[in-house]
C-alpha cells in the first residue's frame, strides 16, 4: 500500500522491535538516503554548531606537543653525564649530587642556546653531527662555582624557556616557598625567580664535589652521532611550524 501511494518525500522505515532498546530494520519504502545503515533518522537538523565540537577539541595542537615533549626528551637528562652523578652509578654507597641532574640539564640547554634566537638555535640543531662545535660549553653557567650566576629563564627566548621549564620541571613542580625572594612571586611569573636551590642544592658538600657536577670527562650525548641526528630531525620539524616560535608560553607582566 505504501509503495503506491510513495511520492517524492516519502521516506517509511518499518522496524520490528525485539525487545527492550533492541530492535531490527525490516524495511524502507521511498527515500532510503533519509535514514542511515540501521533505518534511524534524525527528527531534526540544524546547521548551528550546538555540540561545539571545536571548542573542547585542542587536538589541533598535538603535533606541536609532540614535537615539545620530544625535544625536552633528549635534553632534560644532560646533566646525568657529569662526573658527580656518574661516579654515584659505580659507587655502593651513592652521594647525592650537590646540584640535581635536571638543573644541570637547564644550565646546559641555557648555554647551548646563549644569545641566540629560538630560530637560530634550531638551524644549529639541524647542522648537527655534520657541524658539532662545542664551544659553546665555555658559557656554562656553573653554580657553586662560578660567582654572579644568573636565572636561566632571564634572557632564553619563548621556545627555549618553555623547553628549559619542562626540563626542569621533570621531577617536581614548583611552590612559591622554592623560588628566591623577588618582587616576581605571582605565579604566572615564578620561572624567572627559580633557581638552583629550588631542585635541591646540598649546600654541605664541598667544592670538589660541587665542581663535578659541571665537568664531563665521558662527554656528552653531543658526541653520539645517533642523538645528534635525531634531534637534528626534530629542529627541522620544529622550524616548518613558526607558531612554535612565536608563541608566548608564559605570561607576560603588565605594568
Known amino acids: 500500500m505504501l509503495r503506491k501511494t510513495a511520492r517524492k518525500n516519502t521516506a517509511v522505515a518499518c522496524h520490528w522491535i525485539r525487545g527492550k532498546d533492541h530492535s531490527e530494520l525490516m524495511w ?8 542511515n545503515a540501521h533505518g534511524a533518522t534524525p527528527t531534526n537538523t540544524t546547521t548551528r554548531d550546538v555540540l ?19 625535544m625536552t626528551a633528549l635534553f632534560h637528562d644532560l646533566g646525568k653525564a657529569n662526573d658527580a ?88 613542580m614548583p611552590t612559591l616557598r622554592d623560588a628566591e625572594k623577588s618582587s616576581d612571586h605571582d605565579l604566572p611569573y615564578l620561572p624567572k625567580a627559580i633557581n638552583a636551590a629550588w631542585c635541591g642544592t646540598q649546600g654541605d658538600l664541598d667544592d ?7 665537568n664531563f670527562k665521558k662527554g656528552l650525548p653531543f658526541d653520539s652521532r645517533h642523538w645528534c641526528e635525531h634531534i637534528s630531525k626534530l629542529a627541522r620539524q620544529m622550524l616548518k611550524r613558526p607558531q612554535l616560535l612565536n608563541t608566548p608560553y608564559f605570561p607576560r607582566k603588565h605594568g
Do not use: M
Open 52 to 70: 561545539r565540537r571545536h571548542d573542547e577539541n585542542d587536538w589541533h595542537s598535538t603535533e606541536d606537543i609532540r614535537l615539545l615533549a620530544s
Open 208 to 214: 670538589k664535589q660541587k665542581a663535578a657536577c659541571w
Open 28 to 35: 524502507i519504502v521511498g527515500n532510503v538516503r533519509r535514514f
Open 85 to 172: 652523578f656518574q661516579k654515584k652509578l659505580q659507587s655502593k654507597k651513592p652521594v647525592a649530587d650537590a646540584y640535581r641532574h635536571e638543573w644541570v640539564s637547564l644550565r646546559l640547554f641555557e648555554a647551548f642556546v646563549g644569545q641566540s634566537t629560538d630560530e637560530e638555535w634550531l638551524k644549529r640543531l639541524v647542522e648537527l653531527p655534520l657541524k658539532n662545535d662545542q664551544a659553546w660549553l665555555k658559557e656554562l653557567q656553573c653554580d657553586g662555582v662560578d660567582k654572579n650566576t644568573r636565572s636561566p629563564f632571564k634572557k632564553l627566548l619563548p621556545l627555549a624557556q618553555v623547553i628549559g621549564w619542562l626540563v626542569v620541571s621533570h621531577h617536581r
